[in-house]
């Protein structure tokens, strides 16, 4: 485990490790097969802005997250058929985006443990 | 549900209903046009209760605090009592059609003068006032700093009720109102070196037209490229002029891209693929792309791939408004 005196949030970097892994997070999804065809069509600068916040939260940093809003936001997705293995290729996408920065396997766990939290939320169970 | 107040009407607003649909359901008309938050042709003010602030992205602060936001982007959240902008906040202009010309077989170019000073970025976009109300916007093609009319590119379209106006009735010495200018789709200064990839198709040459001669005017030394493409060579234009710049500019590229009837001096295929055949990574460029919007979309995500981060990827919303 990390420092205990300083969050994960802070260790990953803050808003500026936000930024830069959320271009490479959001090119990942954008051409892994498994996922991207539930990205079609959608507002690239309003999925870029939602990617952010959900990064944002899941290093740990200051956000509104709100389980409903995630349930709300995914509904559609799920009616199309989002399932938990949707849901684990995100998370491995995530997890692979920040050991290209550099993150340490320790805090990639944490991440993945955070962005576990929203797992029912965001496959409406 | 939320009630709109609206020059003595109470207009309900279903959940997820933008202002401008409830508006128009109840039958009320207001000015409007690309319907997608960016020609700010529906701008409106609430006088009572407050928009949600993702009605109020891209105008200017010192309207935001009045109360103006987008009839198209806003789900009211609260009642709310609405009123049209007041005069200060549109400036309309009068401008006189100094000249007009085809640039191909249906593309015609208007110059216009303004009555007064008109302020405008090459590759912005302004709005043109039919005097029934119908409102379009027009990306901008000339320079500022060194052309002395604006000079709008407009496609004919067979069933556009502006275009067919613009076309039969609107004759040089006519005048027009114009507003605007608005958008970020243009050269910005302070960068140089950096490289710049404009794609566009028909019409969509024209703010790449401005961007480029904008970049150029600045001093732009980096590597620029532009694809302009069409079905066939009839749809160019402009290609006297952007092989003589070619010619003066070294840094300046021009690839004529066509899908049919190619002649020696042409590239085969359609721009976007072209550009990123070409230049298969973006990295750090500075992307605009303009025209077809199925283009436009499409080659956003490819240039996103290849490198290029969102924000330097500007897109022309123009032509995304068909209805010409």
């Given at each position: 485990m990390s420092d205990a005196?300083?969050?994960?949030?802070?260790?990953l970097g803050g808003a500026a490790a936000v930024d830069l892994a959320v271009n490479n997070f959001?090119?990942?999804?954008?051409?892994?097969?498994?996922?991207?065809?539930?990205?079609?069509?959608?507002?690239?600068?309003?999925?870029?802005?939602?990617?952010?916040?959900?990064?944002?939260?899941?290093?740990?940093?200051?956000?509104?997250?709100?389980?409903?809003?995630?349930?709300?936001?995914?509904?559609?997705?799920?009616?199309?058929?989002?399932?938990?293995?949707?849901?684990?290729?995100?998370?491995e996408n995530l997890g692979a985006t920040l050991h290209e920065l550099g993150v340490s396997d320790a805090d990639i766990a944490e991440v993945a443990a955070l962005a576990e939290t929203t797992r029912n939320d965001v496959l409406g169970r | 549900m939320t009630t709109l107040t609206f020059q003595g009407h109470d207009v309900p607003c279903d959940p997820d209903e933008t202002v401008l649909k409830a508006l128009e359901r109840y039958g009320i008309a207001v000015p409007n046009s690309c319907r997608a938050g960016v020609c700010q042709s529906c701008l409106m003010r609430a006088t009572q209760g407050t928009p949600p602030l993702s009605a109020q992205q891209g105008i200017k602060n010192t309207l935001a605090a009045q109360g103006y936001f987008?009839?198209?982007?806003?789900?009211?959240?609260q009642d709310m009592a609405l009123s049209l902008p007041d005069e200060s906040a549109v400036q309309r202009v009068r401008a006189t059609v100094v000249q007009r010309r085809y640039l191909n077989d249906d593309i015609l170019l208007f110059q216009l003068l303004p009555d007064e000073r008109f302020e405008y970025q090459a590759g912005q976009f302004l709005q043109i006032h039919r005097p029934d109300g119908l409102v379009r916007s027009?990306?901008?093609?000339?320079?500022?700093?060194?052309?002395?009319?604006?000079?709008?590119?407009?496609r004919l379209l067979p069933n556009g009720n502006m275009t067919q106006w613009l076309h039969n009735e609107v004759t040089e010495g006519s005048t027009l109102e114009?507003?605007?200018?608005?958008?970020?789709?243009?050269?910005?200064?302070?960068?140089?070196?950096?490289?710049?990839?404009?794609?566009?198709?028909?019409?969509?040459?024209?703010?790449?037209?401005?961007?480029?001669?904008?970049?150029l005017?600045?001093?732009?030394?980096?590597?620029?490229?532009?694809?302009?493409?069409?079905?066939?060579?009839?749809?160019?234009?402009?290609?006297?002029?952007?092989n003589a710049l070619a010619e003066r500019y070294p840094q300046f590229y021009y690839h004529a891209c066509v899908d049919a009837e190619a002649e020696y001096n042409?590239?085969?295929?359609?721009?976007?693929?072209?550009?990123?055949?070409?230049i298969p990574d973006v990295t750090s460029w500075q992307v605009y792309l303009c025209g077809h919007p199925e283009m436009v979309k499409g080659a956003k995500r490819t240039a996103f791939l290849r490198g290029a981060n969102l924000p330097d990827i500007y897109a022309d919303p123009f032509v995304l408004s068909t209805s010409g």
């Amino acid at each position: 485990m990390s420092d205990a005196n300083t969050s994960l949030y802070e260790r990953l970097g803050g808003a500026a490790a936000v930024d830069l892994a959320v271009n490479n997070f959001y090119r990942k999804v954008l051409v892994d097969d498994r996922i991207n065809a539930f990205f079609d069509g959608v507002d690239m600068e309003r999925q870029a802005a939602k990617q952010k916040a959900f990064l944002t939260f899941v290093f740990g940093g200051p956000n509104n997250y709100t389980g409903l809003d995630m349930r709300k936001g995914h509904a559609h997705l799920v009616a199309r058929g989002l399932n938990d293995s949707h849901f684990d290729a995100v998370v491995e996408n995530l997890g692979a985006t920040l050991h290209e920065l550099g993150v340490s396997d320790a805090d990639i766990a944490e991440v993945a443990a955070l962005a576990e939290t929203t797992r029912n939320d965001v496959l409406g169970r | 549900m939320t009630t709109l107040t609206f020059q003595g009407h109470d207009v309900p607003c279903d959940p997820d209903e933008t202002v401008l649909k409830a508006l128009e359901r109840y039958g009320i008309a207001v000015p409007n046009s690309c319907r997608a938050g960016v020609c700010q042709s529906c701008l409106m003010r609430a006088t009572q209760g407050t928009p949600p602030l993702s009605a109020q992205q891209g105008i200017k602060n010192t309207l935001a605090a009045q109360g103006y936001f987008l009839a198209c982007m806003c789900k009211p959240t609260q009642d709310m009592a609405l009123s049209l902008p007041d005069e200060s906040a549109v400036q309309r202009v009068r401008a006189t059609v100094v000249q007009r010309r085809y640039l191909n077989d249906d593309i015609l170019l208007f110059q216009l003068l303004p009555d007064e000073r008109f302020e405008y970025q090459a590759g912005q976009f302004l709005q043109i006032h039919r005097p029934d109300g119908l409102v379009r916007s027009y990306s901008i093609a000339s320079v500022s700093q060194t052309d002395p009319f604006i000079d709008l590119h407009i496609r004919l379209l067979p069933n556009g009720n502006m275009t067919q106006w613009l076309h039969n009735e609107v004759t040089e010495g006519s005048t027009l109102e114009i507003s605007g200018a608005n958008g970020n789709c243009f050269y910005i200064e302070g960068n140089p070196n950096r490289k710049l990839l404009l794609v566009g198709t028909g019409s969509g040459l024209a703010p790449l037209w401005g961007v480029l001669r904008s970049a150029l005017y600045a001093g732009h030394q980096g590597e620029i490229h532009l694809f302009h493409g069409s079905w066939n060579p009839k749809g160019l234009y402009l290609q006297q002029e952007l092989n003589a710049l070619a010619e003066r500019y070294p840094q300046f590229y021009y690839h004529a891209c066509v899908d049919a009837e190619a002649e020696y001096n042409h590239e085969i295929g359609r721009a976007d693929s072209l550009a990123f055949r070409h230049i298969p990574d973006v990295t750090s460029w500075q992307v605009y792309l303009c025209g077809h919007p199925e283009m436009v979309k499409g080659a956003k995500r490819t240039a996103f791939l290849r490198g290029a981060n969102l924000p330097d990827i500007y897109a022309d919303p123009f032509v995304l408004s068909t209805s010409g």
